[in-house]
């Protein structure tokens, strides 16, 4: 009788205890945004933190559209063959570091031209880097620019191609390291984050820095 009493107010002062809080799994489907705690976490974007830089970031939804803008630009049928296919998450990341990138080298070379380095010739002096683009078309030089940025972009276009098809390319990789910064793990992993935060910076700081210098018309520092 007394070990059942024992047993039964042991039972009792277990009730009263909470059990321990579980950690709740950190999955695309119930996951909060990171950037937007209050807003959901779109399936989409897959994984947590599968890729550098991922903070949740999609209020819009585009991730999770029926309509993938990979298959209007590069056309399934003829390209990618029947089983190929690049979710919209990837086409997005494979833009937003192709744009990112860009900035970071328009930033300094919208800077640069300001500073008062220019190539040699006299063409190319006192153009100020906010008429740059006009003195360029009146001298012939965009042309030569258009087509080496085409080129660039058709070779990039096979990549992604090829990662519909299956060959594990990450989105944005063009295997392009010859000081060899990503060859320890961790150091990659580090350099990968960097990138997209630097890249998402220059965009933002690329599109002040042309609105300023058009709206005030001086050079640097703009104001």
Not at 22 to 38: C, E, G, I, W, Y
Request: aromatic share 8%; hydrophobic share 45%; proline share 6%.
């Amino acid at each position: 009788m007394v070990r059942g009493l024992i047993l039964a107010l042991a039972t009792g002062a277990s009730a009263l205890v909470a059990p321990p809080a579980r950690a709740p799994a950190t999955t695309a489907l119930s996951a909060k945004s990171a950037a937007m705690p209050f807003l959901e976490r779109p399936s989409g974007l897959g994984d947590v933190d599968g890729m550098p830089g991922d903070r949740g970031f999609d209020p819009l939804r585009f991730t999770d559209s029926d309509w993938n803008m990979a298959e209007v630009i590069i056309p399934k049928e003829r390209w990618m063959g029947e089983y190929g296919t690049v979710p919209m998450v990837y086409w997005m990341r494979e833009a937003e570091l192709k744009h990112g990138r860009i900035c970071m080298l328009a930033t300094v070379g919208y800077l640069t031209v300001d500073a008062g380095i220019h190539f040699p010739g006299a063409r190319y002096e006192g153009v100020d880097a906010l008429h740059a683009h006009d003195a360029m078309l009146t001298t012939g030089n965009m042309g030569f620019m258009l087509t080496c940025v085409a080129v660039v972009e058709l070779c990039s276009m096979v990549s992604v191609v090829q990662a519909a098809k299956g060959s594990g390319r990450a989105a944005g990789d063009f295997s392009l390291d010859p000081l060899e910064f990503c060859e320890n793990p961790e150091t990659k992993s580090f350099m990968l984050e960097a990138e997209i935060t630097h890249a998402r910076l220059a965009m933002l700081g690329f599109s002040g820095l042309v609105t300023q210098s058009a709206l005030l018309e001086k050079g640097f520092p703009y104001f």
